[in-house]
């Protein structure tokens, strides 16, 4: 699953992210990283049939890598690159919405 860099630098434009401290900025990535992350996989989640989530949430258990859990989302949830896309998209208008 992909991140378009293109809105990625919009976000990073909007925070004004160059006047902050290296630390603040780097402490600010990661936690837009971490809302990305959160918000695309509620999305795969909500997309995946009652069965799949239930294996989904066996698998989850046996703490796997990021493959193997990618190869599972890849395999049982239909268009699942765009979750990522429409995640980011969300975040872009609402970090935009306050911020300019």
Known sequence: MSTDSTTYTKILDALNLSELEPEEQEEILLDLNDL?????????????????REEFDSLLATDPSEDVMEAFIQKNVPDADSAVTETLAELTDDILAVTT
Do not use: D, N, S
């Open 36 to 52: 990305v992350f959160k918000g695309t996989l509620i999305r795969l989640i909500e997309r995946m049939p009652a069965r799949i």
